[in-house]
């Protein structure tokens, strides 16, 4: 178990022989004797630890850069209703292509625009601004706040799709699998192909079908 004190919250992750789980609530099917197999020597220069979390942050970046949508459209005199609709909207556009935006040089980034110290101080200034300017703004503003932050679309999203047995594979495994071809590439340890990563994350995602039968 590894771990890293974020405030009041303990970012946690277990390497099991059916994958990798986090305290986010991410499950990523594949172990890091895996990861080794197509990508020799990466974790000798990036740590498990770093890349699991990075591949978290990835998966929740959805939510602030929507958050931060919706301040900046108001911001720019934008109707409260419209631009959370617009973030909305935008966010699950995000949701389904996070893998297509997923960079290395990015994950420093997105990991501290996701931190409470930022969120709730860029809030706070806003929603205190909005206060003075518009009170629709900011009553709109807090519910994209407590949306956000609290990850509800994100959640419901996930929980339509877990329903559906046909994927082949689930969100934290692509976001995962993408993110390590990006470290792959940047290293030039990338010497298995594609195909042969997706086939090792069947291969865990199968184990751990039939272990819960």
Not at 67 to 82: D, G, Q, R
Not at 127 to 136: H, P, Q, V
Request: no cysteine; net charge positive; glycine share 8%.
């Amino acid at each position: 178990m590894e771990n890293e004190k974020r405030g009041r919250f303990k970012w946690q992750m277990l390497e099991l022989p059916d994958g990798i789980t986090t305290s986010s609530g991410n499950w990523y099917h594949i172990t890091s004797e895996g990861i080794k197999n197509y990508l020799p020597g990466l974790l000798q220069k990036h740590s498990l630890e770093k890349i699991i979390r990075e591949a978290d942050a990835w998966l929740k970046s959805g939510d602030i850069l929507s958050l931060m949508l919706y301040f900046i459209l108001t911001l720019l005199a934008v109707n409260p209703y419209l631009a959370a609709l617009v973030s909305i909207v935008f966010f699950v556009f995000w949701f389904f292509n996070t893998g297509a935006f997923v960079m290395v040089s990015l994950g420093p980034v997105i990991k501290v625009i996701q931190s409470d110290a930022f969120v709730y101080t860029v809030s706070g200034v806003v929603l205190i601004y909005f206060s003075f300017t518009g009170l629709e703004a900011m009553w709109v503003g807090a519910g994209m706040l407590f949306l956000f932050k609290v990850g509800l679309l994100r959640l419901g999203i996930k929980y339509v799709l877990a329903k559906q047995s046909n994927l082949k594979t689930q969100m934290p495994d692509r976001i995962l699998n993408m993110l390590l071809i990006r470290y792959g590439l940047k290293e030039g340890v990338l010497t298995g192909s594609v195909k042969e990563m997706e086939e090792e994350l069947l291969r865990v995602i199968n184990y751990h079908r039939k272990n819960k039968k």
